[in-house]
């Protein structure tokens, strides 16, 4: 898999007949390695690791219904009362950010009302704070740690 702008860890990854499967720590169980995949699991990890995120807080793969359609947001990140505090959309590494990435995250965000979108392809990431009394929003310079999102 290819190297990310993310710090490197070690994962328990394992060949099956389709290919190479990683164990999800967050969701308990093997999922397939995808490029999409390497970038979540690198980027969890970082958020775990690096930036003080409680694992017990996050969630990957996340089911919600926006007008009768159902939607899975890659990683949800919630408060300590269990509210959405930060959605986090992933790419693959060679799939570029673009609007199209953000009109996706914020179409989430009209369901899940979230403080913070993070965007990553492992290679490039970006988060933004919502300010919903001022109906705008601005980027940070860096992923903040966990407490200073509160």
Not at 18 to 47: A, C, K, M, S, Y
Not at 88 to 98: D, G, L, Q, R, S
Request: net charge positive.
């Amino acid at each position: 898999m290819q190297t990310l702008n993310l710090p490197d860890y070690q994962f328990n990854i394992k060949k099956n007949n389709n290919g190479f499967i990683i164990l999800d720590t967050l969701r308990r169980r093997w999922v397939t390695l995808t490029p999409e995949e390497w970038v979540r699991q690198h980027f969890v990890r970082f958020l775990i690791e690096e930036r003080q995120f409680p694992a017990a807080l996050m969630n990957n793969e996340i089911s919600l219904t926006q007008n009768g359609i159902k939607r899975r947001c890659d990683t949800l990140v919630a408060n300590r009362d269990g509210e959405p505090l930060v959605i986090i959309e992933y790419k693959a590494p060679t799939i570029e950010v673009t609007q199209k990435t953000f009109d996706q995250i914020v179409r989430y965000n009209m369901v899940l009302k979230a403080n913070y979108l993070i965007v990553s392809n492992g290679m490039s990431h970006y988060c933004c704070k919502i300010d919903y009394k001022n109906n705008s929003y601005s980027f940070l310079s860096e992923i903040p740690c966990y407490g200073e999102l509160l």
